[in-house]
């Protein structure tokens, strides 16, 4: 590493301190794989205030973002809770205004999609036929149908997306911010090109060498980074594929938590409120149950590839 190679590894809550301020627009994105988890959850024990949050399908981390009174805008498309019920904290909030009314922007995934690749090109707007035949222009001002100069129909167009700031989680990454990703990947690279800065949390901060090995898992590179943290488990109960599988029984446990707010509270108080870290959340989760879903096997520690792994 050079004298102009300079790290980007903080702990987490140095991470969301300095980019991450009330009134900000936050992504954080990764579809059903790789969310960031341990990123919102240190945004919630740090109280930020008055967040417009985005992300494709927003889920339990969304409904934990809105519980604990981070939000007052949701831009998003899809509301489920990991094909396990209801966000009832989101439907709460939207439906009877409790505690407090939340704004909510709704896109389909890939109006979603488009939006952060109009943000990342630095485009006006970004055109898509899919809203055809659909509700959702006369929901949302914001999906509008132009002419098209080339002489075809009219099309419809949706605003770019640009948040202050994009969060990611990864396997792993260098202490560069060079960071990778494999497995199901959904709009974590044009968010992050879209966003004003990207935090990166990862399994593992490895060598640079490891990374020079294997280029084609580099989704981001070193100069779209601004901070990485080394956060191991930081995607639960979400997955992180070579690492650990999603835990089901949580996204079941959650419905009748969502459904009570009090029980949401207490759940916050006693899983993030009460916690100074992610490695007192994994303690507190158990070596029994952490372990049963696949924790501490990842082929990704020595970065070996899959085919290495299995044939070593």
């Known amino acids: 590493m050079t004298a102009t190679q300079a790290t980007k590894v903080m702990d987490l809550s140095t991470a969301i301190a300095t980019h991450v301020e009330d009134g900000m627009t936050v ?28 992300r494709m399908t927003p889920d339990i981390m969304y409904d934990q973002l809105i519980g604990a009174g981070c939000v007052s805008k949701l831009v998003a498309s899809f509301f489920a809770s990991g094909s396990a019920g209801s966000l009832h904290e989101v439907r709460r909030r939207v439906e009877r205004a409790d ?39 006369k929901l949302n001002p914001n999906i509008r149908k132009v002419e098209d100069p080339f002489g075809g129909p009219d099309i419809y167009v949706v605003p770019p997306l640009k948040p202050d700031v994009t969060i990611v989680h990864a396997q792993r990454a260098d202490r560069l911010g060079n960071v990778q990703m494999w497995g199901i990947t959904g709009a974590q690279q044009e968010a992050a090109y879209a966003g004003k800065r990207v935090i990166a949390t990862v399994e593992e901060i490895v060598d640079e ?36 599988v999603r835990d ?65």
């Open 209 to 244: 060498h490891v990374v020079r090995s294997d280029p084609n898992r580099t989704l981001l590179p070193a100069h779209a980074v601004d901070a990485v943290v080394e956060v191991a488990g930081g995607a639960h109960p979400s997955y992180t594929h070579d690492h650990y």
């Open 248 to 312: 089901n029984d949580f996204y079941r446990e959650w419905e009748p938590i969502s459904k009570d707010r009090e029980a949401v509270l207490a759940w916050l108080d006693a899983w993030v409120h009460g916690l100074p870290d992610r490695a007192a959340y994994l303690a507190k989760l158990g070596h029994e149950r952490w372990s049963a879903l696949g924790a501490g096997t990842s082929t990704g520690a020595t970065g070996a590839t899959d085919l290495e792994a299995a044939t070593a």
């Open 27 to 54: 992504a954080l994105e990764g579809f059903g794989h790789l969310i960031p988890f341990a990123a919102a959850h240190e945004i919630i024990r740090q109280g930020r205030r008055d967040l417009t949050v985005c």
């Open 99 to 137: 505690p407090e009314p939340l704004e909510i922007e709704e896109y389909s995934h890939y109006g979603m999609l488009c939006r952060y690749e109009a943000g990342a090109a630095n485009l006006p707007f970004f055109p898509l036929r899919s809203y055809a035949g659909s509700d959702l222009p």
